[in-house]
């Protein structure tokens, strides 16, 4: 059973947390599959204490010790990875408790979780715990100044990538560069903007792809066979994504064919 945290002091609350951790990783092994749920019913008397900093109004103590949770169980090692999943319900329960804290915190303390959240992001990006603090920052914080702050946070980490590509696949960046560009998007940035990221990262065919089917949706398609024309030398050594652009230039012919045929009728 977790250590008792009636005491009103946060260092008390952080030591019982790392004492309950300790219990369980004793003699330097990780947490055993057979006792992740135990632990994280464990984990839940802490819930009852946030929400009475919550009712109190110590918002920034709760959002601290939420914070420090995350942290502390995301370091954890688990013996049998296929249990991490259990393990994310402490995670969504902080969360929660962060979406509440939004709503009744001033822009100062809306900057700070913000800031926070940036850290953590980028302290566990890749695993699990990174995951569930992304989206908590991407659902929660829609409307400027903080849009714009996540737009700056998601640059910075394309540059870092693109820096240390051994660190981080294609894949994960044009991700990333996609979740910018649908930001941008539905943000309503002038188009232009968005076409010009998009021409700066030319050379991952995803983007290329994502621009092709934007101009799709808007039925340019001249724009969109364009890109797919040109690109055709560029994907040579891949045969399925070969195999794709074919087939959607294929698509698009089609249209252009029939809307020429209803055009002249």
């Not at 005491?7 to 947490?31: A, E, F, M, P």
């Not at 688990?78 to 995670?91: F, G, L, M, P, S």
Request: with cysteine.
């Amino acid at each position: 059973m977790p250590v008792s945290c009636e005491s009103s002091n946060l260092d008390d609350y952080k030591k019982s947390v790392d004492d309950l951790i300790k219990s369980y990783t004793k003699y330097g092994r990780g947490l055993e599959y057979y006792e992740v749920d135990r632990f994280v019913e464990d984990m839940d008397v802490y819930n009852d204490k946030i929400d009475e900093l919550i009712d109190e109004g110590n918002y920034a103590e709760a959002f601290e010790f939420s914070c420090y949770i995350v942290k502390a169980v995301g370091e954890m090692e688990i013996d049998d990875e296929e249990y991490n999943a259990d393990i994310e319900a402490v995670y969504s329960d902080m969360i929660e408790f962060w979406k509440k804290l939004v709503e009744r915190a001033d822009e100062k303390m809306k900057d700070n979780i913000l800031e926070r959240v940036f850290e953590m992001a980028d302290e566990f990006g890749g695993r699990n715990v990174g995951y569930h603090v992304e989206e908590f920052m991407y659902s929660t914080f829609k409307e400027q100044p903080y849009l714009q702050k996540i737009l700056d946070y998601i640059q910075y980490q394309v540059e870092r990538m693109k820096r240390n590509n051994n660190r981080y696949s294609d894949y994960e960046l044009t991700k990333l560069i996609i979740k910018k560009l649908g930001i941008m998007y539905d943000s309503g940035d002038d188009f232009t903007d968005i076409e010009n990221y998009c021409k700066e990262n030319w050379q991952y065919i995803e983007i290329r792809k994502w621009l092709a089917e934007q101009y799709v949706l808007s039925k340019e398609y001249d724009l969109a066979i364009d890109i797919y024309e040109k690109s055709m030398n560029d994907v040579k050594s891949s045969v399925w994504t070969e195999h794709d652009f074919k087939e959607k230039l294929k698509g698009l012919y089609r249209i252009q064919r029939v809307e020429k045929t209803v055009f002249r009728k």
